[in-house]
């Protein structure tokens, strides 16, 4: 009976990547926060290779957290449902910033006529009225 052992060495970023089931671009990241590769002439782009003992290690003392998932896999009625969602939340952000522009519009038509408004109902205002009024009554008193 033959027995299929995993490698004990990986020689490139492929085999690496593939012993963990990620993307070479993926586990080249990881790098940085400590994937134990190692480079025969120490220099970052040397060739690289690893351990699968060392690899297994890390991935059992580095926080989850740290590494992220990035295989997304969704079914397809999990992706019709994703999609549906972003199709209604784009439909209510339009709503709202379509209400958002009449709320400014009114409030500026409201502004712009405050003025008009002001002059027939108050005589503390003369031709060039304060934004305080009692400083413009103060001004005429003195």
Same mark, same amino acid.
């Given at each position: =009976?033959?027995?299929?052992?995993?490698?004990?060495? /990986?020689?490139?970023?492929?085999?690496?990547?593939?012993?963990?089931?990620?993307?070479?671009?993926?586990?080249?990241?990881?790098?940085?926060?400590? !994937?134990?590769?190692?480079?025969?002439?120490?220099?970052?782009?040397?060739?690289?290779?690893?351990?699968?003992?060392? @690899?297994?290690?890390?991935?059992?003392?580095?926080?989850?957290?740290?590494?992220? $998932?990035?295989?997304?896999?969704?079914?397809?009625?999990? /992706?019709?449902?994703?999609?549906?969602? #972003?199709?209604? !939340?784009?439909?209510?952000?339009?709503?709202?910033?379509?209400?958002?522009?009449?709320?400014?519009?009114? @409030?500026?038509?409201?502004?712009?006529?405050?003025? @008009?408004? =002001?002059?027939?109902?108050? %005589?503390?205002?003369?031709? #060039? %009225?304060?934004?305080?009024?009692?400083?413009?009554? /103060? $001004?005429?008193?003195?």
């Amino acid at each position: =009976m033959t027995t299929v052992t995993k490698p004990e060495l /990986l020689n490139s970023w492929k085999e690496i990547a593939s012993y963990l089931g990620r993307g070479v671009r993926t586990v080249q990241r990881w790098e940085t926060l400590g !994937l134990p590769v190692r480079r025969p002439h120490g220099h970052s782009r040397s060739p690289v290779f690893a351990f699968t003992r060392d @690899l297994d290690a890390w991935l059992t003392k580095t926080p989850h957290d740290r590494v992220p $998932r990035t295989n997304l896999n969704f079914g397809g009625n999990e /992706l019709q449902r994703l999609i549906q969602n #972003s199709i209604e !939340l784009r439909t209510k952000t339009r709503a709202l910033r379509e209400e958002h522009h009449r709320a400014i519009v009114k @409030l500026f038509e409201t502004l712009s006529s405050m003025p @008009l408004h =002001m002059k027939s109902i108050s %005589p503390l205002y003369g031709s #060039s %009225p304060s934004r305080f009024p009692e400083s413009n009554h /103060l $001004r005429r008193a003195g």
